[in-house]
């Protein structure tokens, strides 16, 4: 096959020279070239159009590769060094014409260039991120080569350096593509390593107007501003406070001082004893010399207030009332303040102990019960188990009483002016309305209303018998009795309006009749 090729070569080219023979002189000069051209050169190799010798060897495709180069000199150092676009893609092992077809008119792109597809990872600077996202025109300008955009930080952002060039042209050692925000410098090789807080302050905040050499290094020379003290603890913060954080107290005062802080002691802020210079000050290390303000006993219970109270707390009390004097705090008066009862100078006052000492003017009895509270009253309430007998008094407490509660017949505290006669109480509920007196025990118990035990026969001197012997008390009991009963037994007296004799016969009714009927008259046996 490639023998033919070659044979048909020849048997063309002897055509051609065969022509060329035939032809004038003038026509001769035509470049043998032109005539087998299959197009136009593009714009920027048209002056090389009729020097085919630029790019073409004869019977050597091979060559015109080498030839490209040869022009294209920056490309061949990139495939050289093995660099740029060319160097990195390979292009340097291909044929220039696999990817720039010429011939194509003067008007043909044969760059194969297209920005959106582009793999800037095939150059010498990969786009990392913050310049990922960025358009090309950003760093590529027109007019220039693409391989001629700088690469150095400071050729794009110079007007964006706020150091102003005070700290050189290597932006790379303190940020990288990320963002300007994310240094990278190590300030551990400075002679001040950042430790604690100091590692996440920004770069300005001790380096105001981008200021680095003779930066102060002392605490005070940052902190001023921020000394809550005001300057009267002096000036060598590191001797309280770390790099850690300024709460991160690191003055042990348990270790340091004579006054260890126990209790709330070590959880108050300096500035609440220490109010003036430090080094000036004496303070006291009684409780009276910081908390004579506080003092709610104003000074009645003198200054050792340690006797009763502890650093844990002013209301956590240490005195113990039960062992330390001769009155036990027991039931309401163990949560009593001691105020309640010392109310003059602890020193100088003398309580009693008995219970009217202190309270007599609770005393709801006003005093008829007489000062030994205690015989009815206990420490856990005035009012719950009260313990007084009342069987022990004049009114013994049986039935019904023992569960009435004790208002409903005493009606004030003066328990001695209630009265002992059923009538004075239960007045109200009297259905007999007064018509049989007010000896109710005569009849009732306490027990209960209903269960009355009265026995007219032999109570009193009016047997009932007959037909009396059913009537309600009421029948003959009409009218109201103040005292005792006074009541009559003459027939007469209960009868006179059923006297058919209307008086005729008398008042001794007895005499002709009996209990059993009206109607039974027996004068004979009479």
């Given amino acids: 096959m490639h023998a033919f090729v070659k044979k048909e070569h020849a048997f063309v ?29 593009i714009e920027g190799h048209a002056k090389y159009e009729k020097q085919c010798k630029k790019c073409h060897s004869p019977f050597s495709k091979e060559k015109q590769a080498v030839l490209c180069l040869d022009c294209h000199e920056d490309v061949a150092e990139d495939v050289k060094a093995e660099r740029g676009f060319h160097g990195l893609s390979g292009s340097g092992k291909a044929k220039c014409s696999t990817c720039h077809e010429d011939h194509k008119g003067r008007d043909a792109n044969v760059m194969q260039f297209s920005r959106e597809t582009f ?3 095939m150059t010498d600077y990969s786009l990392r991120g913050g310049h990922a996202g960025i358009e090309c025109s950003l760093c590529h300008k027109k007019g220039e080569k693409y391989r001629e955009a700088p690469a150095a930080c400071n050729d794009c952002h110079n007007d964006d350096d706020i150091h102003k060039g005070s700290l050189g042209e290597k932006c790379a050692d303190c940020h990288d593509e990320k963002g300007w925000r994310k240094q990278e410098f190590d300030h551990d090789e400075t002679d001040f390593k950042l430790h604690g807080k100091h590692e996440k302050v920004a770069c300005n905040s001790c380096h105001a107007g981008e200021r680095y050499e003779g930066t102060p290094t ?52 300096c500035d609440t004893c220490h109010g003036g210079n430090l080094f000036d000050e004496n303070l006291g290390t009684d409780c009276v ?35 330390e004097t001769d009155f036990p705090l ?7 303040l001691c105020s309640a009862c010392h109310r003059g100078e602890l020193g100088n006052e003398t309580l009693g102990s008995v219970c009217a000492d202190c309270h007599k003017n609770d005393d709801v009895h006003n005093g008829n019960q007489g000062e ?17 007998e009342h069987d022990m008094s004049r009114f013994p407490l049986i039935g019904m009483h023992a569960v009435a509660p004790c208002e409903e017949c005493h009606l004030s505290a003066v328990f001695e002016d209630a009265s002992t006669d059923c009538n004075d109480c239960h007045s109200r509920d009297d259905v007999h309305e007064q018509r049989l007196g007010p000896q109710c025990q005569e009849c009732h118990n306490p027990n209960a209303w209903s269960l009355w035990e009265f026995d007219h026969n032999t109570q009193t001197d009016y047997r009932l018998d007959g037909s009396h012997e059913g ?43 009996d209990t059993e009927s009206f109607d039974s008259v027996d004068i004979l046996n009479r």
């Fill in 289 to 323: 010399s910081c908390h004579r303000n506080d003092d709610e006993h104003k000074g009645r219970y003198g200054e050792k207030c340690d006797s009763c109270h502890r650093t844990s707390g002013w209301a956590k009390v240490k005195f113990d009332h039960d062992k």
């Fill in 13 to 41: 080219f002897l055509c051609l020279v065969t022509l060329m023979s035939c032809v004038s002189d003038n026509a001769r000069a035509v470049d043998l070239g032109s005539l087998v051209m299959p197009g136009k050169l």
């Fill in 372 to 388: 030994e509270c205690a015989s009815c009253h206990n420490e856990q309430s005035w009012a719950d188990e009260i313990r007084f």
């Fill in 471 to 513: 009537l309600v008390c009421h029948a003959c009991h009409t009218k109201p009795v103040r005292k005792k009963i006074s009541q009559t037994t003459a027939c007469n007296g209960c009868h006179r309006e059923d006297d058919v004799h209307e008086g005729g016969f008398g008042r001794f009714c007895e005499r002709c009749h």
């Fill in 218 to 269: 002392k605490c005070i020379d940052c902190h001023i501003f921020n000394d809550v003290h005001a300057g009267r603890y002096g000036k060598a913060c590191h001797d309280c406070h770390r790099e850690s954080g300024w709460k991160k107290i690191a003055f042990d005062h348990d270790r340091n001082t004579d006054y260890p802080l126990t209790g709330e002691h070590s959880k108050v802020a």
């Fill in 119 to 121: 793999d800037h990872e």
């Fill in 330 to 336: 027991r039931g309401m008066h163990s949560d009593l």
